[in-house]
Every structure is written in C-alpha cells, then in structure tokens.
C-alpha cells in the first residue's frame, strides 16, 4: 500500500517529519502540497493513477470527501487533525497500513480448523480458547505427553505454586475437550498451502501399545528387565524400556522404545488387557486446516559448551531445569535436595546468564532466569533454613508483576546477591564446587565453596525446521519465529495464516506465554471471519 500526506496549513504539527519516519520504517509515503490547491491537486491525482492501493492522510474528511472520491474510488482517509502530534500521526497511519486488505474472491475451501503445533502451556491455553469458540482443533506434538517444560518444574515464581498442580487440569481439560484431537508422538512430514487451506502431513510414531485398550496400570513397567536413563528426569533416574514418561502425562498410556526392547515379552504376559502390540507400525494423517499457531516453545543453551564451568565434568554442577528436577517430588531424589554424594546440601550458588547476554552464545537476555533463580533459592531455604544460598548475577531484572517482591523476599530470607558473575568453577578434593569470582561491588576476586552449583541457563531456538512447502515464516537473526511487525501484530507470522505463541518468538515466562497464546487464538478467530466474507 502507498501513501499519500496532503500538506495541510491547518494541521498542527511538521507533516515531513511524519514523512521522513514513514520511508524510515519502509513505506512509500508522498508529501504533496495541500490537496485543496490547484499544485496539489494536480500532484496528487497523477500520483493516484499510478497502480496498487493508496492511503490518503488529510485533513477534515467530511469537508472534502468530494475531492477524496475524486482521486481514487474508495478512498480510505486518515483523518490528520484528529491526531494530537506527529507520534499519534504516525501511528494511525501504520495501523491503517499494516491493515489486512479485503481478501479476494476465494478459489480453495475455506478449512475452520486449526493446527497447534506445541503442547506446552501455551499450545494448550490456544487450543482450548480456540475449541470453547467452537472451532476444530489438532493439537500435535512430538513429545509422549503434552506439558511441555512446565510439566517438569516443581514450583512457578513468582507465587511459588506447584507447577503440575496449576497445569494437571489444564491437560486433562484439552484431552477431554470434543473440539480437540490430541495427536502426541507425532512428526509433521509436510505444509502446504495457504491461509484458509492448509494441508498437513503428519506421522504418529508407533507406540507398540494399543492406546485403545493401554488403562495406564504400570504392570508392564514393573516387569520390564531392561534399565535406560530417563529423559524426562536428564538422565538424573533410570526408567523402563515401556514406561508412562511421567506420573501425570496426558494421555497417561506406556510407551515401547523400540531401540532398547530384547524382545523378552514379559510386558505382553503382564498386561491383562492385551495392549501390547509388538507388530505397530507408524499412521499416516492428512489434516486439513485453515490455520496454524506455533508454539514450539524454545531449548535450553547447553552449558558444557561454556567450558570454564565445567557442566558435564563436575558433577556437583548442574542446570536449573536439572534443579527443578530433583526438589520435585516425582523427580530422581523424590524431592530430597541432596548432592550427588547422598549428602544434605547445606550451600548452594546459583550463577546466572550462563549463555545468555554472551556475544559468543545468545547475544540477548532470556528473561526468565532472574526470577526462577530467585524461585529456586526460595525453595532451597525451605527446605533447609539454615542453608547459604549465593546468587552471582550480572543485572537482576525482576520486571513481571510480583517479581521485584519475590526478589525483595528472598533478600530478607537471607539469600546472598553477589554482583559479578563467575570467570570459572573447578572441583575441590571432596568433590564440591569451587565458584572463582569477582565481586564488582565490595572489590577483590575471591572464591566460595559450594555443595551445588546451579547453572541458571538461557533459551535459544530451537533447532528443527518445519516442512513448509511453500517457504517457512521467517526467522530472525537468533532463529526465533520473526512476527509480520513487533509492535502492531506480534502474534502474526509474515506468512498469512501461521500465527505464533510464546517462546516460539523469543524467551518468555509461563504468564507471558499463556497471555500471548490467548491473543494468538482471538487472531486466528479475526482471520477466520475475515475469510468467510471472502466465501
């Protein structure tokens, strides 16, 4: 769309600033002397018969609406005197650029369902808003549950709630939901298509166990010889070759893996229900929406690339995700936090930006790790008042609602906040840690003794490429989702049609991801009625 600025003496303000800022963010934006005048009316209605959409910004719409109709047949005005300064001018201006254009006449069907890649908290808080509107909802994910990393954490900041108690039932409310299909274990072979038509390929990996009959009993596991880490639990507690992947997984059904199965059978004799089907081979889907939010969430940077902390040499140190596991109460330790001795931990550091806010891993802030730090060091000092529990930190940035009172709790608790983020971290001759800083505000490099050392890691994208056909929506410069503009539609895709939820665009905490996969399913429902005026 381009745009056409008449000069008008009556308008306040300096129009070529306006102007200048329009062609500054990308637009063919046109001053032309004052419309009402012979010059400006000429400009302008040479400019006008040039093709593609144009955007008049002028004065008074209703006095001149003769005139306006003149230049072009629909003309859409913005009206320059209802704005109070250039800023305001401004954005009025991009509001009506950034508009969606009518659609044309439609030539495929128009599909009213929708495709949730992600069953993390925010794929769930979509599709739920988007089935209780009355639409179809697949909602695929390539994990054996829907959860996400959220399932994994012990307790939320800032209230410090149990995370599977607040989240529990949002599973079960969107396996039991008649509007939603939840199709996990899955891989998408293929998109393509267009807003209003898309067409998916999807793969549903074989299970080796009849979800059908499966009851979620555990006697299969029980019986089980064969021992391999669990990852759900990082590698911290063995698990079963069949084994539900955790206590409240939805769908709570076991699961076969196939790479590590003797083919002793014992399971198939263990299951009363006959459930066990060796034989199962992968399903083919082809789903056919009209739209598709991502909320493919984002992974942890891996520290051991980070080599001065030595995560993956010391094992007294270890990451914050690994943390929550092992204070959770179905975690490795059963919520004991102990170190990997066996012994009560009676100090603890806890060191941010490990990754983050690093020109040589993720340039940016991942958010989220000041507070869950502080989170996790509450924690501790319930479970042991009497525990030292050191934060190094760079810049705390507690900018949520109730943070900076979190942060204000667990300075009075007696959490220690050193600024200065650690050089290195080596192991002592006992085994623990040996955090080597220096203090940037009391001065002098010191070191501090630690039973553990928690590694508050920061988000980065992740790595798997979508299959779309006809391009995928672009990324920006750190890999996350790049929205069609970050400050006027944040939800959206540059591709019509893909719309984007939570940490898919960049770190997010769990509020801000179920806030934004709300407004992301009320944008899916704007597109949609949109559509329909096109059918």
Not at 227 to 244: E, T
Request: with cysteine; hydrophobic share 40%.
């Amino acid at each position: 769309m381009k745009l056409l600025i008449c000069s008008c003496p009556e308008v306040p303000f300096d129009l070529q600033e306006v102007a200048r800022e329009l062609v500054d963010a990308g637009w063919q934006a046109h001053l032309t002397p004052p419309m009402c005048t012979p010059a400006g009316l000429r400009e302008a209605s040479t400019l006008a018969q040039k093709p593609g959409p144009w955007l008049l910004a002028a004065c008074n719409t209703a006095r001149h609406a003769g005139l306006f109709r003149h230049l072009m047949k629909e003309p859409q005005v913005i009206d320059l005197l209802g704005c109070a300064g250039p800023e305001e001018a401004v954005g009025a201006i991009l509001l009506a650029l950034e508009a969606p254009t009518r659609p044309p006449q439609a030539t495929l069907p128009l599909h009213q369902a929708v495709l949730v890649i992600g069953g993390g908290v925010g794929g769930c808080q979509a599709a739920l808003d988007l089935a209780h509107a009355g639409f179809k909802v697949y909602l695929v994910d390539s994990s054996l549950s829907i959860g996400g990393t959220m399932a994994q954490l012990d307790k939320t900041f800032p209230t410090l709630d149990c995370s599977i108690c607040i989240l529990g039932p949002k599973l079960v409310e969107v396996s039991t939901h008649d509007h939603i299909e939840l199709l996990t274990y899955a891989q998408i072979d293929k998109i393509s298509g267009q807003a209003g038509s898309f067409r998916v390929d999807v793969t549903l990996k074989p299970r080796y166990v009849d979800m059908s009959k499966c009851v979620g009993c555990g006697a299969c596991a029980e019986v089980c010889p064969v021992i391999v880490p669990s990852r759900w639990n990082l590698g911290l507690k063995p698990r079963k070759c069949i084994r539900i992947i955790f206590e409240q997984s939805v769908p709570l059904r076991s699961t076969i893996e196939r790479e590590y199965c003797i083919d002793c059978r014992m399971c198939a004799e263990a299951c009363d229900r006959k459930a066990i089907n060796l034989e199962d081979v992968p399903r083919a889907r082809c789903l056919e929406v009209g739209a598709i939010v991502l909320a493919t969430g984002a992974r942890p940077f891996d520290p051991s690339i980070k080599s001065e902390y030595g995560y993956g040499r010391i094992p007294s140190v270890i990451t914050n995700l690994e943390y929550e596991r092992i204070i959770c109460a179905t975690g490795p330790t059963q919520g004991a936090l102990i170190t990997v001795q066996g012994q009560e931990v009676e100090s603890l550091a806890f060191i941010q930006c490990v990754g983050s806010r690093d020109r040589r891993f993720l340039p940016y802030c991942s958010g989220y790790c000041c507070t869950a730090s502080i989170k996790e060091a509450m924690i501790a000092l319930e479970y042991h008042p009497g525990a030292e529990v050191t934060i190094f930190y760079n810049d705390i940035r507690t900018s949520g609602k109730g943070f900076e009172e979190l942060y204000r709790r667990a300075q009075k608790a007696g959490v220690r906040f050193i600024k200065g983020l650690p050089g290195a971290i080596r192991e002592d001759g006992a085994g623990r840690a040996v955090v080597c800083y220096e203090d940037l505000l009391k001065g002098g490099r010191r070191e501090l003794t630690v039973d553990l050392a928690v590694l508050a890691v920061g988000l980065q994208a992740p790595s798997e490429a979508l299959p779309f056909q006809d391009g995928p929506p672009e990324r920006d410069g750190s890999g996350f989702y790049r929205s069609r503009h970050p400050i006027l539609h944040p939800l959206e895709s540059a591709t019509p049609g893909i719309f984007l939820a939570g940490t898919s665009q960049g770190p997010k905490d769990i509020s801000e991801t179920v806030c934004q996969a709300s407004g992301a399913a009320a944008r899916v429902m704007a597109m949609f009625a949109t559509l329909r005026q096109a059918h």
